[in-house]
């Protein structure tokens, strides 16, 4: 079944760790997107691909890393968590280019930084 | 942000009754799309209207947007309790088509 899947959908960390958050799509969507939401509140672009070997950062700054190695997958790395990271991360992948079609959303996954 | 307000930020209505909430935006846009999200987890496509129609519907929802004033509304008729969701519009970049612009939303409750 086609789906896209985030894992740990629920992280608990201390400060300092290093942390990746798992992003996998089974479409074939060459686009994918990270986004960060803080409890009802709008979400911010912070990552998007294009396609294999393609990332972009979005609009709001963050201190995380993204990978594309893989048409399917779409990690994102923190170096060094810190509690201003807690927050709710979507990843989404869409078929179209240029936001001309659906993006289609992960569960998410809710970081909280000790 | 390339995205405006969304209003009501909350609205609570019994069931059966309609439920209307009103996206701004502030750039030119190809089309603008609506999301639902229930409990904070990830957000499910409702509906894509494009810059050249007025008005579109699905099932029990209706979109309509007016260009000239930049603004879109989300017309939800006899809304059930399943219908409890936090509500979004989203707008494609004006000069980067992949970035996507996510307004603030709004918290729709419905009574049972």
């Known amino acids: 079944e086609a789906d896209i899947y985030q894992t740990p959908r629920y992280l608990v960390i201390g400060t300092g760790k290093k942390i990746t958050l798992e992003c996998s799509q089974t479409m074939g969507h060459d686009k994918m997107y990270w986004y960060q939401q803080d409890p009802g509140m709008e979400l911010h672009l912070i990552h998007y691909?294009?396609?294999?070997?393609?990332?972009e950062k979005g609009d709001l700054s963050s201190e995380s890393t993204v990978s594309r190695i893989r048409t399917e997958h779409f990690p994102l790395t923190l170096e060094s968590a810190r509690p201003s990271h807690t927050s709710q991360y979507l990843c989404a992948s869409s078929e179209w280019f240029g936001g001309s079609g659906e993006q289609f959303f992960g569960p998410g996954t809710r970081l909280t930084v000790l | 942000s390339q995205q405006g307000e969304e209003d009501p930020q909350a609205l609570s209505i019994q069931e059966g009754e309609n439920a209307t909430m009103n996206c701004s935006y502030k750039?030119?846009?190809?089309?603008l799309q609506w999301y639902r999200q229930n409990s904070g987890r990830g957000l499910v496509h409702l509906i894509l209207i494009r810059s050249n129609e007025r008005e579109k519907h699905s099932g029990r929802l209706r979109v309509t947007l007016d260009t000239s004033k930049k603004s879109s509304s989300l017309l939800i008729t006899a809304s059930r309790a399943a219908d409890t969701a936090s509500y979004f519009c989203?707008?494609?970049?004006?000069?980067?088509?992949?970035?996507?612009?996510f307004g603030s939303g709004t918290k729709l409750n419905v009574k049972p």
């Open positions: 750039t030119s846009i190809n089309n």
């Open positions: 691909s294009y396609g294999v070997n393609s990332t």
């Open positions: 989203a707008t494609p970049g004006q000069y980067n088509f992949n970035k996507f612009y």
